[in-house]
C-alpha cells in the first residue's frame, strides 16, 4: 500500500512539476505538428537502378508516370531537372520528401559540362531562400534547397570516371554528396571491397568533399555509436535495390531471383543498403539539413551580401560629382592672349 501510495504522489508531482525541463517534450509536440521536409536529390547515368533504389527506400512508387526513352530519343536527350513530391507519415510524423532527379545526366557522347543545369538548380534554390528570407513574409518560407546528393558510381570500371570527379567538384561546396556503387550485385564481395578502397583513395587524390559523418557525443547509446562506427567503414555505400517480394529460407523478402540464388536487399551480408537507409532515415537526416543550412547555404549568403555590398558602392563611387582637378599654369604665350584680352575689355570700358 506504501509503495502505491509513493507511485501516485510522484505521479502528481510530475503533472504539478512547472520548470524548463519540459521544453524538450514541448519542442518535440510543437515539431511533429509542423512536419518536417527534406529534399533528396539523385545524380548517375541512365539504367544505375537510381529510381528502383529511391522506392525501395521509402517504399513508395514516384517513378510510376515515367516515361522510358529508346535510344535514339536519349542521344538527343539533354539534362532535366524533374521533381517528384510525396508526403509520408509514421507513427505520426509527417515527412514531405521531395525527390529531385536529373535525367539525361552521362547518358550523351559528349558530357562536358552536364553538371551545369545541376549546378545552376541548386543555385536557384539557394538564391529563392535568401529572397524569401529577405522579404516580408518570413514565416512560411518553403525550403526547397537540396539537403542531400546520391551519386551513382557505375559497378564497372577502376574507380572514378573524369565525369564523376567534375561533377563532385562541381557540387561538393554547394550540397552533401554521398557516393554510391550502385548494382553492387554485379560484383564478388571481393570485388567491392576493392573498389570501395579505389574510389576512397581517388576522392582524398582529387581533393573532393563527400559528407563527412560527424563525430559521437560521450553520452550517445553504444547502439548508436556502433551503427556510426559501421557507417564510416562502409562508405561509399554498394548498394542493390529491388520493389519484387521474392521467398527466401521460407520468407518473403525484397530481393533478385537470379538462376544461382536470389539477392536480398535488407540483408546486410549482401549489400549496404540498410546502412544507407538507416543513415538518411534514422540517425543523420537533420545533420544533413544542419550542414545544408549552417555550411553550404551560409557560404552562399555570404557571397551575396559581399557582392551586393561590394556593386553597392562601386556604384557610390560612380554617383559621386566630378572631383576639383587644380587648373593647369598657363605658359609664355597664354600670358600674352590673356593680357591683350584684358586690355580690350578696359578700353572698351573708357
Keep these: 500500500i506504501s509503495l502505491q501510495l509513493r507511485e501516485k504522489t510522484e505521479l502528481q508531482d510530475d503533472k504539478q512539476y512547472v520548470g524548463f525541463a519540459t521544453l524538450p517534450n514541448q519542442v518535440h509536440r510543437k515539431s511533429v505538428k509542423k512536419g518536417f521536409d527534406f529534399t533528396l536529390m539523385v545524380a548517375g547515368e541512365s539504367g544505375l537502378g537510381k529510381s528502383t533504389l529511391v522506392n525501395s527506400l521509402f517504399l513508395t512508387d514516384l517513378y510510376k508516370d515515367r516515361k522510358l526513352l529508346n535510344a535514339e530519343e536519349r542521344i538527343n536527350q539533354t539534362v532535366e531537372i524533374t521533381k517528384h513530391t510525396v508526403d509520408i507519415e509514421e507513427k505520426g510524423v509527417k515527412l514531405k520528401l521531395t525527390i529531385v532527379d536529373t535525367p539525361g545526366f552521362g547518358d550523351a557522347v559528349n558530357n562536358n559540362e552536364c553538371w551545369k543545369p545541376i549546378t545552376d538548380y541548386v543555385d536557384q534554390q539557394f538564391e529563392q531562400y535568401f529572397r524569401d528570407e529577405s522579404g516580408l513574409n518570413r514565416k512560411n518560407i518553403l525550403d526547397n534547397r537540396v539537403h542531400c546528393c546520391l551519386y551513382f558510381i557505375p559497378p564497372f570500371g577502376h574507380g572514378l570516371r573524369p565525369v564523376d570527379v567534375e561533377f563532385m567538384k562541381a557540387l561538393h561546396e554547394k550540397v552533401n554528396i554521398i557516393p554510391l556503387i550502385s548494382k553492387a550485385d554485379c560484383l564478388t564481395p571481393n570485388e567491392v571491397k576493392k573498389l570501395k578502397g579505389r574510389v576512397r583513395d581517388e576522392i582524398e ?145 573708357h
Design 205 to 349: 587524390h582529387f581533393g573532393i568533399k563527400v559528407y563527412q559523418f560527424p563525430e559521437c557525443d560521450s553520452d550517445e547509446e553504444e547502439e548508436f555509436k556502433q551503427m556510426d562506427k559501421e557507417l564510416k567503414e562502409c562508405t561509399p555505400f554498394a548498394v542493390i535495390g529491388s520493389n519484387t517480394v521474392v521467398e527466401a529460407r521460407g520468407q518473403r523478402v525484397r530481393g533478385r531471383l537470379y538462376p544461382w540464388g536470389i539477392v536480398e536487399v535488407e540483408n546486410q551480408s549482401h549489400c549496404d543498403f540498410v546502412k544507407l537507409r538507416n543513415m538518411l532515415i534514422r540517425s543523420h537526416m537533420h545533420d544533413l539539413k544542419d550542414v545544408t543550412c549552417d555550411v553550404h547555404y551560409e557560404n552562399y549568403r555570404a557571397n551575396c551580401i559581399q557582392e551586393m555590398t561590394s556593386k553597392l558602392a562601386q556604384d557610390n563611387r560612380t554617383d559621386s560629382p566630378l572631383p576639383i582637378l587644380p587648373l593647369p599654369t598657363p605658359d609664355g604665350e597664354t600670358e600674352k592672349l590673356i593680357k591683350m584680352k584684358d586690355d580690350e575689355v578696359q578700353n572698351d570700358h
